[in-house]
């Protein structure tokens, strides 16, 4: 009996949380469903993270510049090329992570607080980058889907129709965003349950000792890398399709900072308190309008509830959801 | 569990009910008209925001006498930062979410030309582009949603480049300007203007809106030996221009464009630098300058006056000119909408921007006549030179057009 609920209970779960994703969008208005698109592109970069951060205990702060790159390769494809928007995304993700895999060889040789500092340097300078290449990617200026190639953007009158039935371009982003974040779930939670995830935990707990277990850490540490920013890249593309205009500003180290809070608040090492975590980042800027609009104080409220977070939650969204359920997981999962 | 579901189908019934409520065009109610716009009233261009809260403040005066037919204008406006990307989400979510009925005056070239595909491909208005952008009044074929207003940088150029030719066409001509659309389009009036004497100009420097400043720009153009500088920039830059050249020791003839020729911030510009530097420095006008005496009796600026006494927002100087060029704009507006008929859709008040001819704007120098046909898609195309002197603005030269 509790061997079958054991398995029962989990896909019970995955079943309600599927559920939800396909409902949600009805129970809000349309544009709100675009407001949530936006919360799933810092989900799917947030899960990237959490995989490099969280999993494999390497820090990054260069998080919002590696989504520049899938943004910036779909920008460039939709408006030079004239690709078709949503068929730039896999591209995007391959680009992100090879330039992923590119920051990864340098950071072995770095650690902890040094490889912070590397990688915010990096997302410090993808700004100016993005400004001195001006032919490929519009200079200050940046590239606008609408103003170069209108008819590769989805959605462009409103209504998207995908085999037959027409949904408003709101619902269809919605759906495509969040639809790739769970499918980027699923395989992120696979990853890490299996054999890379043993190697990217043994990695974080203790590298020596992850090495004399026979684990070769340039190997998994690359790849945690250029995994994280195909994560990365997917969710930058699907910031540019959302926005359907990518500049410079978009992609400031502010950005990256985001990715790093909502990791944070979601739960690092933890994979379903993410969600959390991106809607954290996404709504709470605006609340904290909401309570005070007095120049600056929008900014401290905020301020002030990611340290109530941190403090309040140490293990983020994640750890708190893991000790409401530890009951259950116990009696579940425990042999007496 | 049932419960739940039940609660669920409740509210998807609600939800679709609410969408499908609404008759006759977005935005308009017996009572009320919502429109909405985007000014920048945060980051480095926020000296523009009072285009934004001047055209409030109008509408709440309109809506004091009764409004239009006996609506009252609703104008909601969003700040974008100056950043295009934002002016996209913000236009989208006035359009998505409040259900504007047009887009009104949003601040800035490169701005409206990011979400004017938009508006077009769903059949929004955007209505009197706080623009000069040549292609607003020009490209009216292609983009039929969209008007501009005020007179446009490729003829104010224009303007600079003839009157140099013609009264100092020995000058070696320096340039400033915008790297963007705006910019260009200034850029290009210029040499159009001087024609032959295109050679006039020895250097260009341009530079980012998001740079933190135009140092090194002002000391090339120095370098160069020009000894004419236009400034073909927004406000912060424009400041800098002269602040720069003030510590380079350089006094060149200055021509500033009617972006930050506002004298509230050459006032600040004297501050920045001395007041022999910005002395004689000439630009263009077309709205009246609430600061100069002249205009101390005139009956639209006691009316400016007024309604700023009664509606500004704390903060708000009655002396900053961008809010009378707001008030024009906005009285423009609401002459459209008496003319859009009782029950205005968005076609007829597009109809009818392209069919005004407004003589007793009071916000607007005498004799300036706003307006359009539905080949003419320029509404302001009049102007007067002005020069610098004594700490205020003196026009010279009659009234020209500027095409």
């Not at chain 1, 939800?20 to 947030?46: N, Q």
Request: contains cysteine; charged residues 15%.
């Amino acid at each position: 009996m509790r061997r079958v609920l054991g398995i029962a209970v989990p896909l019970l779960a995955a079943a309600a949380a599927v559920g939800v994703f396909l409902l949600v969008p009805h129970l809000v208005s349309d544009f709100h469903s675009r407001d949530l698109a936006e919360a799933g592109v810092f989900f799917i970069a947030i899960v990237g993270l959490n995989l490099l951060t969280g999993y494999t205990g390497q820090i990054s702060l260069g998080h919002g510049a590696l989504m520049a790159i899938g943004g910036y390769t779909t920008a460039a494809l939709v408006v030079h090329e004239h690709w078709r928007d949503v068929w730039t995304i896999p591209l995007a993700g391959i680009a992100a992570g090879i330039v992923g895999f590119l920051i990864g060889i340098p950071a072995l040789r770095l650690s902890g607080l040094y490889l912070a500092l590397a990688t915010f340097a990096f997302a410090v300078a993808m700004p100016s980058l993005l400004k001195k290449f001006s032919g490929l990617t519009g200079g200050s200026q940046g590239l606008s889907f609408l103003e170069s190639s209108p008819f590769q953007v989805t959605g462009l009158k409103g209504t998207v129709t995908v085999f037959g039935h027409t949904t408003t371009a709101n619902h269809f982003l919605y759906y495509l965003t969040w639809g790739i974040g769970l499918v980027g779930l699923a395989i992120a939670w696979l990853i890490v349950r299996g054999r890379f995830g043993r190697a990217f935990r043994a990695i974080r707990d203790s590298e020596a000792a992850a090495a004399s277990a026979g684990v070769n850490l340039p190997l998994y540490k690359t790849l945690a890398f250029a995994l994280s920013g195909v994560y990365a890249g997917v969710a930058g593309s699907l910031f540019a399709i959302q926005s359907e205009i990518v500049n410079p500003l978009s992609f400031t180290v502010l950005l990256s900072i985001l990715i790093v809070v909502g990791a944070v608040v979601g739960g690092l090492g933890s994979l379903p308190g993410l969600v959390l975590g991106a809607l954290f980042i996404k709504y709470l800027p605006s609340l904290a309008g909401h309570v005070s609009t007095r120049p600056g104080a929008p900014d401290f409220i905020y301020g002030a509830a990611i340290i109530l977070v941190v403090i309040l939650l140490p293990g983020g969204a994640g750890g708190l959801l893991g000790r409401l359920f530890a009951p259950l997981t116990t009696w579940l999962y425990t042999r007496r | 569990m049932l419960y739940t579901a039940g609660g669920l189908l409740c509210a998807l019934a609600l939800a679709t009910g609410a969408s499908g409520a609404g008759t006759g065009s977005p935005g308009v109610s017996p009572t009320e008209i919502v429109i909405g716009g985007t000014v920048p009233m945060t980051g480095f261009a926020q000296a523009f925001k009072t285009v934004g809260l001047g055209a409030s403040y109008y509408f709440k005066y309109v809506n004091a006498h009764g409004g239009v037919n006996h609506r009252k204008i609703k104008y909601i406006l969003k700040d974008d930062a100056y950043d295009p990307a934002q002016t996209m989400s913000k236009t989208r979510e006035l359009v998505e979410q409040d259900h504007v009925f047009a887009i009104f005056n949003s601040l800035g070239t490169e701005h409206n030309l990011a979400t004017r595909p938009y508006l077009n491909a769903i059949g929004v208005p955007q209505l009197f582009v706080a623009s000069g952008g040549t292609t607003f009044g020009k490209d009216y074929k292609q983009y039929k949603w969209t008007i501009g207003y005020q007179p446009n940088y490729r003829a104010e150029g224009t303007i600079y480049g003839r009157y140099v030719a013609k009264t100092a066409p020995k000058s070696r001509v320096g340039v400033l300007y915008q790297n963007d659309d705006y910019g260009k389009d200034l850029l290009a009036g210029l040499s159009h203007g001087l024609g032959k004497k295109a050679k006039l100009v020895v250097s260009k420097q341009s530079y980012n809106p998001d740079d933190s400043d135009v140092q090194s720009q002002i000391a090339k153009l120095k370098a160069a030996k020009a000894n004419t500088l236009m400034i073909f920039a927004t406000p912060t830059f424009a400041l800098q221009a002269y602040r720069f050249s003030y510590k380079l020791g350089w006094k060149p003839k200055v021509y500033v464009n009617v972006v930050s020729s506002a004298s509230n911030i050459m006032k600040v510009s004297v501050l920045a630098s001395t007041k022999k530097q910005v002395e004689g420095s000439i630009s263009m006008v077309f709205v009246k300058d609430p600061t100069d005496p002249r205009w101390a009796k005139d009956r639209g600026i006691k009316l400016y006056r007024s309604i700023m006494k009664r509606y500004k927002d704390k903060g708000i100087s009655a002396s900053d000119p961008y809010n009378v060029y707001g008030m024009s704009a906005a009285h423009t507006f609401v002459q459209a909408l008496k003319q859009a008929g009782k029950n205005p859709t968005r076609e007829s008040i597009v109809k009818a921007a392209a069919h005004l001819t407004i003589r007793n704007d009071p916000f607007l120098l005498p004799g300036v006549v706003v307006r359009t046909t539905p080949n003419d898609h320029f509404p302001l195309d009049q102007a007067r030179l002005e020069r610098w002197h004594n700490g205020r603005w003196v026009s010279f030269g009659g009234l020209f057009r500027v095409r």
